[in-house]
């Protein structure tokens, strides 16, 4: 769940990268990103709450094409 309640030390986010090359036979490789969100002086709040990032930013996922 996402707030958008300001926080100093916000949120943790997961990001796992698909990575594939041009070559042959192509290879892939996965990573994973984590980033600590931060708001140190407070800024942003608004009113409301999402399930997730991508609804949070208005984007819409493959299943709502």
């Known amino acids: 769940m996402l707030t ?3 926080m100093r030390k916000g949120q943790m986010l ?3 990268l698909d990575v ?3 070559g042959t036979p ?3 490789t996965y990573k994973r990103v984590v980033v600590q969100t931060t708001d140190l002086s ?3 709040q608004g009113h409301k ?3 997730t990032l991508t609804h949070a930013l208005g984007l819409r996922t493959a299943d709502h094409y």
């Open 42 to 44: 407070l800024k942003g």
């Open 49 to 51: 709450a999402t399930e």
């Open 26 to 28: 192509q290879l892939t």
């Open 20 to 22: 594939k090359d041009n």
């Open 14 to 16: 997961h990001f796992i």
């Open 4 to 6: 958008d309640k300001a």
